[in-house]
């Protein structure tokens, strides 16, 4: 696995890889890798002859107050778990090679960042956007892999290479969890105690959410209703549940395209999850598959 620093020395690398007529897939984290990543790589190695990583814990993205400082970190661990999951090149560039100034210049996400993660961490997405296109015109891939986890990220993602013409396909892998149905997120290693079994009202809201659905109501009201009541269990203080489209719009009327969406803080932790209706929780990977 090539360690690749500068952002000069990963371009030059990825330049001489596609030269030789090799297809590049791009797996963009902010380290402290687990299954759901490794899935990533699996994946950008199906449809690609090499694969970058990033790892970059991007400041762009954290609001003030926000877990910046203390985001888990293990490089080495990191380097690890890469390089045995078959990585080629790991890109790992420090604050000060991704912005020698502060970036004057910025994605705008537009009205899809409005809501959801967006209204909770304003200018959040701007931060995202604005490292992943830095890190697309860094590594010039050819396929960029996603998790689905973070839906609101991959679609706005999904729509700025639309919109600005990136050239690159994006493809959004499912949530891999653990059996007892919690997404894996780096930020659960805050989680504590009973905590842990706390976190699971998230999963299960969404699976209630469903089950609803699949038991013939399609209207979103009752639907949020059923989902509020698992969410607000002991230990979980619940900041969203909505339902709407791809394009992060609410819904009228509910169908398989669906998407469920729900944010919570477990003690001190805010976590995400979501499910789209049509393809269930149990259709996500586990991470015994
Ligand atoms: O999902 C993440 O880990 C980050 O938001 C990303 C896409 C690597 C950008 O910093």
Redo the contacts with the bound molecule.
């Keep these: 696995m090539h360690l690749l620093a500068d952002p000069t020395q990963m371009r030059a690398w990825s330049r001489a890889e596609r030269a030789r007529g090799r297809r590049i897939g791009f797996v ?3 380290g402290f890798l687990h299954e759901g990543h490794l899935r990533l790589v699996d994946r950008a190695r199906e449809r690609a002859d090499r694969v970058v990583m990033s790892i ?1 814990v ?1 400041p762009l ?1 954290f609001g003030a107050g926000e877990d910046w400082a203390t985001y888990p970190r293990d490089v080495e661990r990191d380097k690890q778990l890469a390089s045995e999951r078959g990585v080629d090149g790991l890109f790992l560039p420090d604050a000060k090679a991704m912005y020698p100034a502060d970036p004057l210049v910025r994605v705008h996400p537009g009205p899809m960042a409005d809501g959801l993660e967006g209204a909770a961490r304003p200018g959040h997405f701007a931060g ?1 956007l604005t ?2 296109a830095k890190l697309f015109h860094l590594v010039e891939p050819d396929i960029a892999v ?1 998790g689905r986890k ?1 839906f609101q ?1 991959a679609m706005l993602v999904r729509r700025m290479v639309d919109d600005l013409n990136f050239g690159l396909e994006i493809d959004i892998a499912p949530t891999v969890r653990e059996l007892d149905g919690l997404a894996l997120s780096s930020r659960n290693a805050y989680l504590h105690g009973d905590e842990r079994r706390a976190a699971l009202a998230l999963s299960r809201a969404l699976r209630a959410v469903e089950q609803a659905w699949r038991g013939g109501e399609a209207d979103p009201g009752p639907l949020a209703r059923r989902g509020l009541d698992v969410l607000r269990a002991p230990g979980v203080a619940p900041e969203y549940l909505a339902l709407v489209d791809e394009q992060m719009r609410p819904v009228v009327r509910v169908d398989a395209r669906t998407v469920v969406l729900v944010a919570a803080k477990v003690g001190k932790t805010r976590l995400i999850d979501n499910v789209v209706l049509g393809e269930g929780v149990a259709s996500d990977t586990s991470v015994r598959a």
């Design positions: 963009p984290t902010m970059f991007n993205q995202v490292v992943v996603f973070d990220q």
